[in-house]
Nanobody
Framework: QVQLVESGGGLVQPGGSLRLSCAAS????????MSWYRQAPGKERELVAS????????NYAESVKGRFTISRDNAKNTVYLQMNSLKPEDTAEYYC???????????WGQGTQVTVSS
């Protein structure tokens, strides 16, 4: 059974930090590109950051460059999103996503809420 379980969301003040985690199981984690997406109320889901199966070549949305860092630990089947200098516009539900061109499938987590507010 495939599972992607996000954690680490919450309420934080502007300028604060959060670290999201996504624990994966039920598939060969090390062979999947991992990404974080977010969706704010009334908006479409957007890609925040992605990282290759080997953990190199991270890719970021322009709006989070220099503030967010994606990383992964293939030994722990976990991907992380370190979020610094948070802004109110970062408020959204954050989703973990796994994708494989080789296996031609992908998986979504259930999401974790991040709220940036004073």
């Amino acid at each position: 059974q495939v599972q992607l379980v996000e954690s680490g969301g919450g309420l934080v003040q502007p300028g604060g930090s959060l670290r999201l985690s996504c624990a994966a199981s039920g598939f060969i984690f090390s062979r999947y590109v991992m990404s974080w997406y977010r969706q704010a109320p009334g908006k479409e889901r957007e890609l925040v950051a992605s990282i290759t199966s080997l953990g190199d070549r991270p890719n970021y949305a322009e709006s989070v460059k220099g503030r967010f860092t994606i990383s992964r630990d293939n030994a722990k089947n976990t991907v992380y999103l370190q979020m610094n200098s948070l802004k109110p516009e970062d408020t959204a539900e954050y989703y973990c996503h796994a994708a494989s061109i080789y296996y031609q499938n992908d998986y979504w987590g259930q999401g974790t809420q991040v709220t940036v507010s004073s």
